[in-house]
């Protein structure tokens, strides 16, 4: 068991944290041209493990039905170019010079594992201004049942691994802040809807070709598509983890799991987007999946 413990322990929860709450946060600018800036905190935890003291930034450019997506945590760096319009998207990765790719036509990725996630999503009717923007709060209450999410992701875990998970749950409270009228809001918002299934079919795509399951557990696709109770930019999101449930693994998770991750938009431009921004770099070899 102890060797099972090590191998779920050396994963990245912060990393997976910044991605989601960094999507959460774009999810909300253009049929114009827009780029956001995101830069998130993560405090306890495992964040202070990987190059502690470092502010991960997301960099989201969009041209119409072309997007880019630049993540850098410090230690590691992510970027996506996704086409709606081919149908096509793209993981770089700079260490071998290789483009992942991917098609997104948007088919069944399967059945989705039930109950996996469960979110609510509600607006409590307050307002106030950030950098200038007129914004909206919702809270924001996800509950997640870490052996559904295990199973219905396709994960590689051994089996033992995901029994240990059994009635343990991933709290993730908080509040996001939503400016409806800013500059890109409304473009950005039908854009991100379509650009987000794409990503949730690539991944599942993803699963798919290592013989695991073909589909994201049920809810999960909430973290990479954003609230549609919640449309526009969430200018500041504040999110707290938690695990809670039953068990003996659940107190070997508490520490690791319970974090604070604060996402706020640093830089909102509506400038021309060069298209060579959305161009394979050159010298990369394109890989099929």
């Not at 191998?7 to 929860?13: A, C, E, F, S």
């Amino acid at each position: 068991m102890d060797g099972t413990i090590r191998r779920m322990t050396l994963t990245k929860p912060a990393a997976f944290f910044v991605g989601a709450a960094a999507l959460l946060c774009s999810a909300g600018l253009s049929a114009a041209d827009v780029t956001v800036t995101i830069t998130t905190s993560i405090e306890g935890g495992l964040a202070g493990l990987s190059n502690p003291g470092t502010t991960p930034k997301v960099v989201t450019k969009i041209s119409g039905a072309k997007s880019r997506t630049d993540v850098d945590t410090g230690d590691q760096a992510l970027t996506t170019i996704i086409d709606t319009e081919a149908n096509q998207m793209y993981v770089l990765r700079p260490a071998d010079k290789t483009a992942l790719q991917l098609a997104v036509d948007g088919g069944s990725a399967g059945q989705a594992a039930a109950g996996a996630v469960e979110a609510d999503v509600k607006p409590t009717g307050r307002t106030r201004d950030i950098e200038g923007v007129s914004c909206t709060e919702f809270t924001v209450s996800m509950k997640m049942n870490m052996a559904a999410v295990a199973a219905g992701a396709g994960s590689s875990l051994p089996p033992e691994a995901t029994a240990m998970l059994k009635d343990v749950f991933l709290r993730i409270q908080g509040s996001t802040w939503v400016a409806k009228d800013a500059p890109g809001a409304t473009e950005y918002a039908t854009f991100q809807k379509a650009a987000s299934r794409a990503a949730v079919a690539a991944l599942s795509r993803v699963s798919a070709s290592g013989g695991a399951s073909s589909s994201l557990p049920g809810g999960m696709e909430r973290l990479f598509t954003g609230f549609p109770e919640a449309t526009g930019i969430p200018y500041l999101t504040e999110l707290t983890t938690a695990v809670e449930g039953t068990g003996q693994f659940v107190a070997l998770l508490q520490g690791m799991a319970q974090m604070k991750i604060t996402s706020k938009v640093t830089n909102l431009s509506t400038e021309p987007v060069d298209a060579d921004a959305f161009a394979l770099p050159e010298g990369y070899t394109v890989v099929k999946q």
